[in-house]
């Protein structure tokens, strides 16, 4: 069911290998034009035009922008007990690791009376983007949310598509997820408009909506474009291509689990891509059966086998781990499994990952909900320079510099040497003057 491509008995450059591994992709070069007249409009029409393009696309036209209070309070009230539990046990999990990786403020003496202290600062003021699309992602809401809490954000606001189902509003699982967060201020707009108001806002409309200086959380390739052409004016954490998973196994790896991990990364879209890297043949042959045999019988069998057979999943066949650990390594999976029968050696060998999986026991379902990792990761081999949403996407470091009079004297000439090397002599003046003028004092 899977296409294989081997690379056994072959070496392939780096470069060989981005062309051959399996990789799906979005152009969003091409959804570019369609996108920006939607901005421009929301630049100049504000929440008129955000709520005219959400009756367009999302076919329902809420009464406000903004989502009533007692609407958010009505979705808590009616939420499932088990869902609501079980996003609170996340919202702990998620909340203990989040607040143990802030970075701490720190100061450098560089010599005797001169430091330089590095202080983290949180964003003012963050807007969040909650898919609404194929399934409902309560869990989208838990891992931008905790994180930017974390940091010390002030200032927070959720944005998930209006459904007809639900009157105009975001889905109830959404609205309730922000109630458990405490998050007061959720917009019922998706898509790219979504992207363009909480960028420039409509500080002017009656419902007094301000702009954010950052915006995070996945979204389809249009809401991806948005983000590239609102870059510069607000910050953003990536431009997310289709989700993706990973999976480096040996003989010792149980075919039925790997082939279940494939099939429910598959469910999340036709797009996502789905990729067994092994060094056994006959693993490989039990898991296209095992995958065969199971997809079918999924709520979303037709997406998930769009996506298995399309040309961005398959299996690679390796000659042996260090190979496939080079080709995983440079495939740079959002999530990527280890099953082998040493799983953790191997895990330390991976540099590039948005998330690693260690063993059969911890699947990549469990860090999409409950694991206490963050599951908005980077995509499309962005892991290779890039991270994960923690609380370092939400703070600014900051370097303050304090030297005394000895202390700037004892670096001054290396100063000014500096400056007249680059032909910036009034930068080593700057330095000169002020022992000039203590001397004249």
């Known amino acids: ?99 143990a990786g802030k970075p701490l403020d720190h100061t450098t003496e560089v010599t005797v009376g ?21 399934a409902v992602y309560p869990s989208s809401v838990i891992m931008n949310v905790v994180p930017a809490q974390e940091a010390g954000v002030e200032s927070l606001v959720v944005v998930s598509p209006p459904q007809q189902d639900f009157g105009g509003w975001p889905h109830p699982t959404i609205l309730a997820a922000c109630a458990i967060l405490g998050v007061s201020e959720v917009w019922a707009v998706g898509g790219a408009q979504a992207i363009a108001l909480l960028a420039y806002g ?12 950052m915006i995070t959380g996945p979204g389809n390739i249009y809401v991806t474009a948005a983000k590239r052409l609102c870059r510069g004016v607000v910050g953003i954490d990536a431009e997310a291509g289709p989700t993706e998973i990973a999976i480096l196994a040996d003989s010792s790896a149980e075919p039925v689990h790997i082939a279940y991990d494939l099939i429910s990364q598959a469910e999340h879209d036709v797009m996502a891509a789905s990729v067994l890297v092994t060094d056994s043949a006959e ?52 999530h990527l499994e280890i099953h082998t029968a040493d799983a953790r050696g191997v895990a330390q060998q991976i540099r590039n990952a948005g998330a690693i999986f260690v063993g059969t026991f911890a699947p990549v379902p469990l860090g ?22 923690s609380t370092h996407t939400f703070l600014r470091s900051v370097h303050v510099v304090e030297y005394d009079e000895a202390a700037l004297k004892e670096i001054a000439d290396t100063v000014v040497v500096l400056a007249d090397a680059e032909q910036l002599p009034a930068h080593g003046e700057a330095i000169r003057a002020r022992f000039e003028t203590l001397e004249a004092n």
């Open 114 to 134: 001169g430091t330089v202290v590095e202080k983290f600062i949180p964003v003012s003021r963050v807007g969040l983007y909650v898919p609404g699309g194929n």
């Open 202 to 213: 409509d500080e002017d409309s009656e419902e007094h909506l301000a702009p954010v200086d």
């Open 368 to 389: 999409d909900y409950s694991a206490g990792s963050n599951h908005v990761l980077p995509t499309s081999g962005s892991a290779r320079y890039s991270s994960g949403l």
């Open 1 to 99: 069911m899977l296409n294989v491509i081997d690379l056994r008995g072959r070496t392939p450059s780096i470069g060989e290998l981005r062309r051959t591994l399996p990789r799906g992709g979005t152009d969003i070069d091409a959804v570019l034009p369609i996108v920006r007249p939607v901005v421009d409009a929301v630049i100049a029409n504000g929440v008129d035009a955000a709520l005219a393009y959400g009756e367009q696309f999302d076919h329902i036209r809420p009464h406000s922008v903004r989502v009533p209070a007692n609407v958010i309070s009505q979705a808590l009230a009616d939420l499932d007990p088990k869902v609501r539990e079980a996003l609170e046990e996340s919202i702990q999990r998620v909340r203990k690791v989040h607040a």
């Open 283 to 334: 693993l490989a042959r039990e898991v296209n059966i095992e995958v065969a045999k199971r997809y079918s019988i999924t709520r979303n069998s037709e997406r998930v086998k769009e996506a298995l057979t399309g040309q961005q999943s398959g299996i690679v066949l390796v000659d042996d781990l260090d190979a496939g650990i080079r080709v995983v390594n440079e495939y740079a999976a959002e």
